[in-house]
């Protein structure tokens, strides 16, 4: 955290600190025996060819334009309601989430795309920059989404089971987000006035438009569940076919394909060097013992667990204050994995309650990408809506955070919300 205040990118901090323990607790000689291959056990995992095909597919749609295209669907639909244009760039955001991955990315594409709309449409700048903030954080928590397989890969977790168990929290979030629109315009009319109703056939058109984007979110979910293609297999088939989209589509040249690969190089590096940083970190950790010994003390002592899962909860909100979720992910699930799976939460199951722990934790981390004071969306979306204060902003997203956290204990009291769509869909 020191290093942090800092300003040490996040990466370097963990592998700095694991480091100076390491050769604490077992000796110069030792670490250089685990530096010789440190990195080569780390990025040789196959699985972790998921992550850059995964971004691929993100950045191909963001550098295609196909992010219009879900907005013109889901406009077509709502946005002659009173608040309808909000709700549609929330839909929008959900809609992007399952083909990019990523909640910044998310935040920005639909930024571009419907904060014009928005304008034009008399929105409020609290209205119009709160929903798109919000809406962003659905990219890391609509399928497919890189903390999860990052989640994933830390815990042995199967990837196609968190996908599915995101499926259902991630559409509660998004009707979540659409009720809090429906209530703010309900009591403030003017920050969202209805806009122009779209006939039929402009609505047919918009949704043959869109079911190409569709098709492919049914083909790498249903695939990877399906057991008819691995998760790398199905980024694969996804990043093929949003390239093929966004050629067909017009919206992509060669300059924007440069751009995409160059994009995914740039994240690949950087959460490879985080990955790398968090192995050496959790060597240390392994070596002092330390998450046993803290599931053991929590164990002897009569604390209840939804307690200590409460707690839990409000450290990843806190720490949502200083680092990025991804770096929330890889610093702390070495510490509170073995925790959890040393509790008993309602009678589940270590592999339920391992899908169950990912998603609660994954929710409350995407809480850091919208409150102060570093709230990575919100920033992103201010500095497109350059005519918006940023306190408008900050108090805009306030309602979608009480959306957030009725969400989050829903699911801490109802695991079933994430495990029963799980359950169903296996043989």
């Not at 017009?250 to 995409?260: K, N, Y």
């Not at 940083?277 to 998450?291: C, H, Q, R, V």
């Amino acid at each position: 955290m020191v290093l942090l205040v800092l300003r040490v990118p996040i990466g370097m901090a963990m592998f700095t600190v694991g480091a100076a323990g390491y050769c604490y607790l077992a000796g110069t000689e030792v670490i250089l025996n685990v530096l010789k291959h440190l990195a080569y056990a780390r990025l040789s995992n196959y699985d972790l060819v998921v992550i850059p095909l995964f971004l691929l597919m993100g950045q191909l749609a963001t550098q295609g334009g196909l992010s219009r295209t879900l907005f013109r669907l889901v406009e077509a639909f709502v946005g002659h309601l009173r608040g309808g244009v909000a709700m549609a760039s929330i839909g929008a955001c959900a809609g992007f989430g399952a083909i990019c991955g990523s909640s910044v990315a998310t935040a920005a594409t639909m930024g571009q795309v419907a904060l014009p709309e928005l304008k034009r449409c008399g929105y409020s700048g609290a209205l119009s920059t709160g929903c798109l903030a919000a809406g962003g954080t659905l990219g890391i928590l609509i399928p497919p989404s890189i903390p999860l397989v990052i989640y994933a890969i830390l815990t042995q977790e199967s990837i196609g089971d968190l996908f599915v168990a995101a499926i259902v929290p991630g559409a509660i979030a998004m009707l979540g987000y659409m009720l809090v629109v429906v209530a703010v315009v309900t009591f403030n009319p003017e920050a969202g006035p209805a806009g122009p109703r779209s006939n039929w056939r402009e609505r047919l058109k918009a949704l043959r438009q869109a079911l190409p984007l569709l098709l492919v979110f049914a083909v790498v979910i249903v695939g990877i569940y399906g057991g008819w293609a691995n998760p790398t297999e199905a980024a694969a088939i996804g990043a093929a076919a949003c390239a093929l989209l966004a050629v067909t589509s017009g919206g992509m040249r060669w300059r924007g394909f440069l751009d995409s690969a160059l994009g995914t190089a740039q994240a690949t590096a950087m959460i490879f060097l985080v990955l790398l940083g968090a192995d050496m970190l959790n060597s240390t950790l392994a070596l002092s013992n330390m998450p046993v010994e803290l599931a053991t003390w929590v164990q002897s002592h009569a604390f209840s667990h939804v307690a200590v899962m409460g707690v839990i909860l409000l450290m990843y909100i806190f720490l949502g204050c200083v680092m990025d979720s991804l770096a929330m992910i890889l610093l702390t699930i070495p510490i509170f994995y073995p925790l959890v799976m040393g509790l008993d939460f309602y009678g589940l199951p270590n592999a339920d309650k391992s899908v169950w722990f990912g998603i609660l934790a994954l929710m409350v981390v995407e809480i850091g990408l919208v409150h102060p004071p570093v709230g990575m969306n919100v920033f992103i979306i201010n500095r497109l809506a350059k005519d918006v204060p940023l306190v408008e902003t900050f108090k805009g997203v306030i309602p979608f955070l009480l959306s957030d956290f009725v969400r989050i204990i829903l699911l801490l009291c109802f695991p079933s919300i994430a495990l029963f769509l799980v359950h169903a869909l296996k043989p």
